[in-house]
């Protein structure tokens, strides 16, 4: 059973690789936001996996929960920033 | 092999297929609103799916009740997030990808947009 969620947590690693291309060489800012919310949602299921393969969940949960408050409030932040700046162009 | 077991395989690998397809509308779809649209409902669907089948396999303890909990969190926070930075886009003009129709003598082609 460890086998196979090492496989999906491998699988998700890729997964986070195709995105961190949109994040570094997305036309504009919003892009890169957008790249960067996708990774941050990765990251929060590839912890997880983490826990259940160390068998330590109970460490890496609380981990998880911060990471997926801090993915949220930096979102809504760099919306909120972006909506005040006017122009994204580059 | 319990029957737990196969039911948190079923969710997590139908989570990782819903993965798999937002990031591929993230890098191929041809603007940032039509990325968006397939990032924001696919990685929602695909976090919920995950948790939920990551919460069955360890079965009922307070790690499970966070999980639930992280999920409700996720399905609520994605949304919210996915709208913020849409109108963000939209207040500051970024520019929306419209597929034109070109008509020439009757036959009708479908161009691709800008």
Redesign the interface.
Known sequence: MADFFLIIGVGMCVLVLFCLYRATCGPGVLNRAAGISAIGTKTLILLLLMGVIYGRVEMFIDISMVYALLNFIGCLVLAKYLEGSGEVSC | MLIK?VIA?VF??T??FF??T??LG??RFPD?FA??HA?GKG?TL??LL??TG?AV??GFSL?SV??V??AV??FL??P???H??S???F????EIWTCELVIEDGALEQGGGK
């Open positions: 077991d395989i997590v690998l989570g990782f993965f798999t937002a990031t993230l890098l940032f990325r968006l990032t990685d695909a976090v995950s948790l990551l396999y360890h790690t966070k999980i909990f992280i969190f996720m926070a994605q919210t997030a996915t913020a930075i109108r963000a886009a207040r500051c003009g970024e």
